[in-house]
Structures are given as C-alpha cells and as structure tokens.
C-alpha cells in the first residue's frame, strides 16, 4: 500500500497480459485489412475504406494500411486523396522504419495518381523518388519511357513555324554579309522551331559549307533530301560539298539525281561536266580505293547483289528495273559513285 497508485495500476497487468495485447490489436487490424482488400476487389471501395481506416485505427505504426487506402481511392479517381495517403503511408513507414520496398511502392502509386491527370513531371518526380528507395526494373523501363515522353512534349512545345521563318530570314541576312557564325545560330534556331522544313537543313547546309564543316553540311542535306526526296536544291548543295572535298565522283552522282527530278536543270548538267573534267584520277587506282570501304565490301559481299549486278551486266535493261527498288538503287549508285559500275550520265 506504500507504492505510488499508477505502479500499483502498472503491476495489476501481469506481463502476459502486457506482450500479448498488442499482438492481438495488430492481428485484428491484418483482419481489417484483409476484409478491406476483399472488398476493394469487389470494388466496394466504400466498404474497404470503412475496414482500412478500421486498421489504421487499430495499428497506426504499420505504413501499408495507409498505402492499400491510396489505391482504393485511385480506383476511385480520387488523386488528391490518393496522393495524400501515399504521403501518409512514407511518413508513417519513415517513422516506424517499414521495409524501402513499402515506401518505394507508396511512392509509385503517388506517381501512377499524377499520370492518371495527365501531370508527366509530377509522376516522374515521383518515380525517380521510388527508384532512388528500390529500383525496381519495370518502374526503370517506365521512368524512361516517360522521360522520352516528356521530352518529346517539350519539344513540340517549343515548335513554332512562325520563329522558323523569322529565325531563317535573320539567318539569311548574316549569311549575305558573310557573318556565317551568327547566321549558323539562327538557323540552328530555326530547325529547333520547325525540325520538318527541309529549307532550314539546305540553308543550314550552305552555311556550314562556308566554314567548311563539310560532313556535317552533307548531314543536313541527307536530312532535307530525307524528308523532301523531290527538293532538287537539297541534291545540288550536296554535289557542291563533295566537289569542295574533291569527291568527283560522289559529286556527279548527286548532280545526276537532280537530274532526275528536272532533266533541263542547268546547274546540274553544269556540275556534271565540271565533275567529268575535273576527275583526273587513275580509274584503276579509283576502284581499288574504292574496295577499301567497308560499305563497298559489304554489298559487293551481299549475294543477292551479285546476282543483280551478273543480270546487269547480261542485260542493261535490267538496270531500270532494279532501280525500282528504293535499297537496290542506293546500293548500285553507291558502287557507280565508287567507280565499280557505269552508267551513262544524262
């Protein structure tokens, strides 16, 4: 009777007493749970909030209970609320030490939430926070999907024909003083507006012919020529870049394919007869540099061009034929450029 009143309370629980009721208490709150996902697979998800929160209530230390009620209410389309109890279920797992898989999985579902409305930084934001808790291969391959995604969204964000063309024209005012660098910055800026305007890479092609950055000039009009198979400029510019690098024969070639567009064209038949005089090189001394390219190697390798190359030979009709076909004709003017086929130039 001489000790304090709340030790004589305190020692009225006997220890069995004291381990097992919170063991029973967090048995009963699995239970809750456990009716709660039964009937979010019934998609009551009024009846698994009403057991959720009865589990929470019962156990507030276990961080799941809270993430299972963020799913119930993404089924719901209740982001906000998702949202927060995907908060609640990190803060909690933080406090109580849960598993990084607990957390990592209550941060995806906030992510998976901000996708269902269509808000792609906020998702990836939290899929990066995921990750960086457990990196989980699926949620990898969907972060950087994602990533692209967002990036790509950006980009025809950006996209405005209308800065194109004001971008072009200063562009073409520096090129006409001959300030190449200052017009190569505004036509970079103009195919960042308008990346399908086959105009911008010819432009851009000539001006970086001008500072003799001659690969990269050839790369624009391959790009224009990709995108407009038809723009004869785009032909004529790369047949005065290979010239400018003494490609004669590359040269011709691209000359003969503007031709081929517009036979009268006068600057292609010009070109053609400048590459004619121009390429003084020992033809055998041509071809057996040419064999030393690995492209070359490989396509006269490939079987099936030797067959069509025995039937050109056996029948020159059979060129126009095999012309037909788009990879054919890139593989035949590719041998023709490197001096291993002839063909009579228009």
């Known amino acids: 009777s001489n000790f304090p009143s709340f030790l004589v309370r305190f020692s009225s629980l006997s220890p069995a007493n004291r381990h097992h009721r919170p063991t029973e208490m967090a048995d009963a709150a699995v239970a809750e749970k456990n009716l709660g996902n039964e009937a979010y697979k019934k998609k009551d998800f009024a009846e698994a909030h009403v057991h959720y929160d009865k589990a929470i209530e019962l156990d507030p230390t276990n961080a799941t209970f809270h993430s299972n009620k963020a799913a119930a209410f993404f089924e719901e389309g209740k982001v906000d609320e998702c949202i927060a109890s995907c908060e609640r279920a990190v803060e909690v797992g933080r406090e109580h030490r849960a598993d ?23 998702a990836l934001n939290w899929f990066q926070r ?16 994602l990533e692209a995604q967002i990036k790509e969204e950006e980009l025809k964000a950006y996209q405005s024909p209308e800065i194109a063309e004001q971008e072009k024209q200063k562009g ?16 970079n800026e103009a195919v960042k507006r308008h990346p399908d305007n086959p105009i911008l890479y010819s432009n851009r ?18 790009r224009c020529i990709k995108i407009d198979p038809n723009f004869i400029k785009a032909y004529i510019r790369k047949a005065a870049v290979l010239m400018a690098m003494k490609e004669w024969g590359k040269a011709q070639s691209a000359y003969e394919s503007a031709l081929s567009i517009d036979p009268s064209n006068a600057e292609a038949r010009e ?12 033809p055998e001394k041509a071809r057996e540099r040419a064999l030393e390219d690995p492209e070359v190697q490989a396509i ?39 001096g291993i086929v002839q063909m009579s130039s228009r």
């Open 205 to 222: 092609a000539a001006c970086l012919t001008k500072l003799m950055e001659f690969q990269r000039a050839l790369d624009d009009c391959e």
């Open 300 to 338: 006269l390798k490939d079987p099936g061009m030797r067959l069509i190359l025995e039937q050109m030979s056996n029948d020159p009709g059979a060129l126009r034929e095999h012309l037909q076909n788009p990879e054919i004709a890139k593989k035949i003017m590719k041998l023709k450029e490197a």
């Open 130 to 145: 995921s990750l960086s808790e457990y990196r989980d291969p699926e949620l990898l391959k969907k972060t950087k999907v």
């Open 100 to 122: 990084y898989t607990v957390i990592a999985k209550a941060f995806t579902r906030a992510g998976n939430a901000e996708l269902k409305r269509s808000n792609l930084k906020a």
């Open 271 to 282: 070109g053609v007869r400048i590459c004619l005089r121009s390429n003084d090189e020992n």
């Open 172 to 187: 073409n005012e520096f090129f006409k003083k001959g300030d190449y660098p200052n017009a190569m910055k505004h036509y």
